[in-house]
């Protein structure tokens, strides 16, 4: 009898190992990336000649253990399920569908991290766009649906939403993308971030970035860097580019991988990304988000910014942002509500600016005349010639200023480097492991002896030249001037203007092609009801194909 006890514990031990093997199963693998970098150095483009694709320091299998027990209780068949009710759909619609019973804060959170896993850990269509998950998210989701106060349709409360990896959490590292952060973990929330949990946001992870927000190496590969390796385009890997810096933000939105991404801008990086990945990316005036918290480039031109797959969840998105924020010199007391109301299917009273240069580009061209067919008042624009003299110094000097502030007051205490020096001088030391692009920016910073006597002098210079390029917003009283992606957003950045981006179509080859609304400083508001009006009239945004 004693032996046959015996036998039934060691039985009984054996499956239960056997078991939990099964549940802590390594999705994630290592692969031959020969072929796909052979393949990458025949590309037209000298920055998509990759050196590498795969992170050579983040481990997924570890970024996913906090969630492989829960997630082994979610099946191919519960993903399926839930696919006609959250792939491609805007937030009201899921929170419709969750107060209809059909779906759950937990499920949504559920159907995004076994999506993540299912494409990340496919060697054929990874986009190498995470770099870190919230451990807390499934307990906060389940926190969420035992919450019994009315929810409003029009809100952020539940959404799982994407970082991007130079925004500060309290529950994940900060890196920017560097192994000199690798170890800022010990962080406070930024304040953007702080807003979003205040309104119930579920922060779901970071995403991937070119390292240091691009202004790291020159030339380099947009959507690197040496923590979350080569992120890629779900519309054409390793074929198109994906924008930077906030490529993950873009990327993941694109993919259907969260409801929705932060994504920050100095000058393209929201844009730009969100113009290659087929979403729409608001750039708003410095001042509408704060920006404390978030690994800076420069405080002149910084901001963050919602990216999304349609007008209404940005609206959405930066409600939840808001906030004046005491701790950021630029932060406005702002009364608007991007939401209130909802947003008019009408250009009514519009007038848009087209710039006559861009005219050659057929499917401007095709958008303009779409627009004029509806009754928008058109006013074709010459530009005039300006100077953009000194703006690679206001980055070079406004960094060397602002990194050793935010590594000072806002890094955790462990974080080595405590300026670009460091940060140079820690990368010399395995430059093919930290730096394998080079550091050219940051090498051209320790260089430049600009005083900010004379950098004040180039920010008002440039500012002037931007605010002459835009002056038509102004004498022709339009309520935006159309550009093409990421075209003017130097301009935009240094004269203070807001940009939005949405969905225009899609060249032959198949990469997409946005248009870009140059709004007055704060008309942010009108933008998005501009934006809502033509993505209605075109609907012309799609799912990367092998990605539905």
């Not at 702080?194 to 691009?214: D, F, P, T």
């Not at 959507?223 to 992120?231: E, F, K, L, N, P």
């Amino acid at each position: 009898m004693k032996n046959l006890l015996y036998f039934s514990i060691l039985f009984f031990f054996i499956i239960g190992c056997q078991e939990k093997e099964s549940v802590y199963k390594d999705y994630f693998k290592k692969y031959d990336e020969t072929a796909a970098l052979e393949a990458a150095q025949k590309n037209s483009s000298n920055r998509m000649k990759f050196k590498l694709i795969q992170s050579k320091i983040l481990d997924m299998n570890q970024v996913f253990a906090p969630f492989q027990e829960d997630l082994a209780s979610f099946s191919e068949e519960d993903y399926n399920t839930l696919k006609p009710l959250i792939l491609e759909q805007n937030i009201p619609q899921l929170q419709k569908s969750i107060k209809k019973g059909t779906l759950t804060y937990e499920k949504l959170t559920f159907f995004y991290l076994y999506r993540i896993r299912k494409f990340e850990s496919d060697s054929t269509l990874s986009l190498n766009s995470i770099i870190a998950l919230n451990p807390n998210v499934i307990k906060e989701a389940r926190e969420r649906d035992n919450n019994k106060k009315p929810v409003s349709d029009f809100s952020i409360y539940g959404m799982p939403i994407l970082l991007k990896d130079n925004i500060n959490t309290k529950d994940m590292p900060t890196t920017a993308g560097a192994i000199a952060l690798a170890n800022n973990k010990n962080t406070n929330d930024a304040f953007i971030v702080e807003k979003l949990r205040e309104n119930g946001a579920l922060i779901l992870g970071k995403v991937n970035l070119s390292e240091w927000a691009y202004f790291f190496c020159s030339g380099c590969p947009l959507g690197y860097s040496a923590i979350g390796g080569q992120t890629l385009n779900p519309y054409g890997r390793a074929i198109f580019e994906t924008g930077g810096s906030s490529a993950g933000s873009g990327v993941t939105v694109a993919a259907n991988l969260a409801v929705a991404a932060v994504g920050t801008e100095t000058s393209g990086s929201i844009t730009s990304p969100s113009s290659l990945n087929s979403v729409v990316g608001l750039k708003p005036t410095i001042g509408v988000l704060s920006r404390t918290g978030i690994v800076p480039i420069s405080s002149t031109l910084d901001t963050p910014g919602p990216m999304t797959k349609n007008v209404i969840d940005n609206a959405i998105f930066i409600n939840a942002m808001r906030g004046f924020d005491k701790n950021d010199a630029a932060s406005e007391l702002l009364e608007q509500d991007y939401v209130q109301n909802g947003f008019r299917n009408t250009f009514e009273d519009s007038r848009l600016g087209v710039l006559k240069p861009l005219l050659s580009d057929s499917i401007y061209n095709a958008t303009v005349e779409k627009l004029k067919k509806v009754g928008v008042e058109i006013v074709e624009i010459t530009p005039p010639e300006i100077s953009f003299n000194g703006f690679i110094t206001l980055l070079n000097i406004d960094m060397k200023h602002d990194l050793p502030k935010y590594l000072s007051s806002q890094a955790d205490t462990s974080v080595k480097i405590k300026n670009v020096k460091d940060a140079v001088s820690f990368n010399v030391k395995d430059s093919i492991l930290r730096a394998p692009y080079g550091q050219q920016l940051f090498e051209g910073i320790l260089e430049d002896e600009t005083t900010l006597e004379e950098l004040a002098i180039i920010k008002s210079n440039l500012n002037k030249e931007g605010k002459k390029y835009l002056q038509a917003l102004y004498d022709e009283n339009l309520d935006a001037i159309l550009s093409i992606n990421n075209y003017h957003s130097g301009i935009a950045a240094v004269s203070k203007h807001p940009t939005l981006t949405v969905p225009m179509g899609y060249k032959d080859s198949g990469e997409p092609i946005s248009l870009t609304f140059v709004g007055k400083p704060f008309s942010e508001r009108k933008l998005l009801e501009i934006g809502y009006a033509f993505e209605q009239l075109t609907k012309v945004r799609k799912m990367p194909e092998n990605y539905r």
